[in-house]
């Protein structure tokens, strides 16, 4: 991956900043923390608006969220930077992931989420992830990586999750902050409009694929099995976009996706 320069001079100026930016680790790579916030690139502004004013509002109850901040002409973005409060915490880390605490956060989101209307701005993503998860959905049979076919196919003949479709964060895993004794932190918000479970199937999805977790996680948590059979076909789609066929890195996923779909019986 290649590394994302800094933040410029007048960037940070832009939001009253003052301080050296240092990395942040996790995530793609281009975040940046100065101080008490945290910058992001290739922000889009009406995202941006959307997290400080529509999902700030939400009743903030067993999880709180980072605080949007504005340029100071008023702007959501400068130079294409976003900027938002830094929050503490670990994410999940294999072998000692708590895994209950993620999906309680999610769910604490998702039940505060279940008013909002939906974005308009989610019709405009044209990104792999949007693309994988309207593909997850649609009737017919998406384009996938001939290594993966198969399994797309398996996967998408288990039927689709219920519920009622809402605003839910697509990617919890690794963006639920957890701190001792404090109430989780949920960060870099995924907006999708689908039914809750299918974000914890994700979750579930992730957990198993890249944490060494064993299947009987599903029924610890409660997630049903076809809200993960959705969420690894969401995954195994956006690796079928993000790497090239023949290639060792989706050789990689795919063995993955394929061992876990075998170990739930799917």
């Known amino acids: 991956m290649t590394p994302v320069p800094p933040p410029p001079p007048a960037v940070l100026a832009a939001f009253g900043l003052d301080g050296r930016p240092e990395p ?30 529509q999902l700030a509002r939400v009743a903030q109850r067993g999880f709180r969220l980072a605080t949007v901040r504005r340029a100071a002409d008023g702007a959501w973005v400068a130079q294409g930077w976003g900027a938002q ?26 039940a505060a989420t279940a008013a909002l209307p939906r974005p308009a701005f989610l019709d405009g993503r044209t990104d792999s992830w949007a693309s994988a998860d309207r593909d997850a959905w649609a009737a017919a ?3 996938a990586a001939p290594e993966l076919r198969g399994l797309v196919e398996r996967l998408r003949s288990v039927p689709p999750p219920g519920g009622r479709a809402q605003l839910v964060h697509g990617d919890l895993t690794s963006n639920v902050l957890l701190v001792r004794g404090e109430v989780p932190s949920v960060i870099d918000v995924s907006p999708y409009w689908r039914p809750a479970s299918y974000a914890e199937g994700i979750v579930v999805a992730d957990a198993l694929c890249w944490h060494a977790v064993p299947a ?8 049903p099995i076809e809200a993960v059979a959705r969420g690894l076909l969401f995954r195994a789609l956006t690796s079928s976009r993000r790497h090239p066929p ?5 050789a990689h996923d795919a063995q993955r996706y394929r061992a876990v779909t075998s170990s739930l019986g799917l």
């Open 24 to 53: 942040l680790p996790g995530g793609q790579g281009t975040s940046w923390r100065v101080g008490d916030a945290v910058l992001k690139p290739g922000v889009d502004a009406s995202y941006q608006e959307w997290l400080g004013t």
């Open 85 to 110: 409060s830094f929050l503490p915490g670990s994410t999940v880390r294999e072998g000692a992931a708590d895994w209950g605490s993620v999906l309680d956060a999610a769910r604490a989101l998702h």
């Open 141 to 143: 049979s998406p384009m």
């Open 216 to 223: 009987a996680l599903v029924d610890e948590l409660g997630v």
């Open 246 to 250: 023949g290639g060792a890195a989706l």
